[in-house]
């Protein structure tokens, strides 16, 4: 059998949508999202992956007074929504 080179390299970006109520967990799911997409999308072992850009297009931050009995106990809510672009190389062996 003759040796064959199948370390494939591919760069991509992957754009991503993501809520949370911190903002490093946030950022955390953010990852763990673009990571599941560029699994679906290459579809072969990924041997490594190098993040070489992220871009925050949008980041919005809501705040939320709850009360309880509408009355008491006031506390604010934070939540994010963070819109990024994220530049990745991602190595994979291809058998094909």
């Known amino acids: ?16 949508t993501i809520s949370g ?11 763990q999202c673009m990571r599941k997409e560029v699994f679906q999308e290459i579809g072969k072992p990924i041997i490594q992956m190098d993040t070489e850009e992220v871009y925050f297009d949008d980041v919005q931050k809501t705040e939320k007074t709850e009360k ?23 190595k994979y062996i291809d058998l094909e």
């Open 68 to 90: 309880f009995l509408f009355v008491f106990m006031p506390r604010t809510k934070t939540y994010f929504t963070i819109t990024a672009r994220i530049n990745v190389i991602v």
């Open 21 to 31: 109520n911190d903002f490093n967990d946030t950022v955390g799911k953010l990852f």
């Open 1 to 16: 059998m003759e040796s064959t080179q199948v370390l494939r390299n591919k760069k991509m970006e992957i754009k991503v």
